[in-house]
């Protein structure tokens, strides 16, 4: 790795976050705390593997296999919630990671783009399914989906469209899903009923707030 850039964004944090605002739209992810602690932890991880020139998109499907995993124990309930949890957030993680290691490499691409889009969105509704299988409402999950699907669509088409920005930070990004999903699996596992079904209205209810955020921006935005 002779590129000045990339051995730069390996040796420094700095130089990585230069590098991610640089992939989305001039957002600089230091203005956040949240997302300046989860970009740092995943830099952290990403480092060693990028070193090691793995590939990001074997990473991507490393963590599609653990979300798919993740609905056995969620099916078995009771403890082994838990399990599910941790699977949960290794997945969740690790879509990150991978988008860290394309950065530090210097592999980010169209196509790499694209199928993390993918996964992540397959990734969500079985992080749902897990949810399901755990004791959470049919229409509670089917609704959560719809509108994470809804907020996901909306930020592609006004990016589409010109939108050149990240656009907003809402209360439902990716992490807070893992978030929410593996909180309420631990409940779950903890207290039992009715913490899976009311996982699955948080994601109602979050989804819906999150996608008037998103709304409010776009429009704004995009309007002149």
């Not at 390996?10 to 600089?28: I, K, R």
């Not at 699907?149 to 439902?172: H, P, S």
Request: proline share 4%.
């Amino acid at each position: 790795m002779d590129d000045p850039e990339i051995v730069e964004r390996l040796t420094s944090l700095t130089g990585y976050l230069d590098g991610w605002q640089a992939l989305h739209g001039g957002y600089d992810p230091r203005g956040n705390r949240l997302v300046r602690w989860w970009l740092s932890l995943s830099y952290s991880v990403a480092r060693p593997l990028a070193a090691a020139r793995v590939s990001p998109d074997l990473v991507t499907l490393f963590a599609l296999l653990l979300a798919v995993a993740a609905l056995g124990p969620a099916s078995a309930g009771g403890w082994w919630l838990l399990l599910a949890a941790a699977l949960v957030v290794l997945s969740g993680f690790l879509d990150n990671v991978d988008g860290a290691v394309a950065v530090l490499t210097g592999r980010a691409t169209p196509w790499g783009a694209v199928m993390d889009a993918v996964t992540d969105r397959v990734a969500d509704l079985l992080f749902l399914v897990a949810l399901l299988l755990a004791g959470a409402p049919v229409v509670a999950c089917a609704l959560g989906g719809a509108l994470m699907f809804l907020l996901e669509y909306l930020r592609a088409r006004a990016t589409a469209a010109g939108m050149t920005e990240v656009g907003v930070v809402t209360v439902w990004e990716r992490p807070t899903r893992v978030i929410v999903t593996a909180a309420f699996l631990v409940a779950g596992a903890v207290v039992g009923d009715p913490w899976p079904a009311l996982g699955g209205w948080a994601w109602v209810g979050l989804g819906a707030v999150g996608l008037v955020q998103l709304a409010v921006v776009v429009r704004r935005r995009l309007a002149h």
